[in-house]
């Protein structure tokens, strides 16, 4: 990563990524502060967010941890007291935190998990979007939901997933109109398969089982997308600067499919 800047497209803004994980969430948070962001890290292991906030510090950028489940009204609050008493403002709100996939066909998904996946993909981010609602209207704000590709198709193993994610999409076109008066955007990100550690770590599983190379799952999964490969996540992470960036001030209510080409809308 590039060290952070004053020019960049986020220059002085406070980003707050809710859910940073190894993968698409520690890229978010680079790019953001490799783009001029302050950036606060939100998610309920602390130790991972301290890995992650080092790497932006030790990049040139400025970091800031919250350890929060956003399940929790009172924790989701904290994080927005903990976001102004250190910053005095917040810009832009990431909210990247989902549940894993049952992968099973909903027939047989158990009801218990995807009540789960809805708290936390769908309310847990309607939960956070509520408490920062008044300080982004301060700053004509913006929020960045991370999506899925699954809302553009039907396999079946992933029907509960696509049933979480695509209450997301509705919400967040609803609450674009419903806050768009507030001077605040709402758009979403919805990556295809991401080329990051779980999904290498997926697709030596996929290579044992069908006894080939996982060069070879690659070329057969990415052989469906219009550039013939996956997208890495600093590029799912680029798009989500974007559109968090005055570049893209007047679009809201928008889906941007970042899956180098595998679905069209």
Known sequence: M????????????????SGVGPGLGRSICLRAAAAGAK????ARTESRLKEVAAEVDDAGGTSFVVPTDITDDDAVNGLVAATIGE??????????????????????TDFDHITASLDLTVLGTL????AFTDPLAETDG??????SMVIRHSEPRYGSYKLAKSAMLAMSQTLATELGDKGIRINTV????????????????????????QEQVYEQTASK???????????????????????ASAITGHTLDVNCGEYHD
């Open 190 to 213: 919805a990556p295809g398969y991401i080329w990051d550690d779980q999904l290498k770590w997926y697709f030596g599983e996929v290579a044992k089982k069908y006894g080939i190379t």
């Open 2 to 17: 590039t060290s952070s800047v004053s020019g960049g497209l986020l220059a002085d803004k406070v980003v707050v990524v």
């Open 87 to 108: 910053f005095g403002r917040v810009d832009v709100v990431v909210n990247n935190a989902f549940a894993l996939p049952s992968m099973k066909p909903l027939a047989r």
């Open 142 to 147: 913006a929020f960045v939901n991370i999506n």
């Open 39 to 42: 950036v606060v890290l939100a």
């Open 127 to 130: 939960r956070v979007i509520k």
């Open 225 to 247: 997308s219009d550039l013939k490969r996956l997208p890495e996540p600093d590029e799912i992470a680029e798009a989500v600067v974007f559109l968090a960036s005055p570049m």
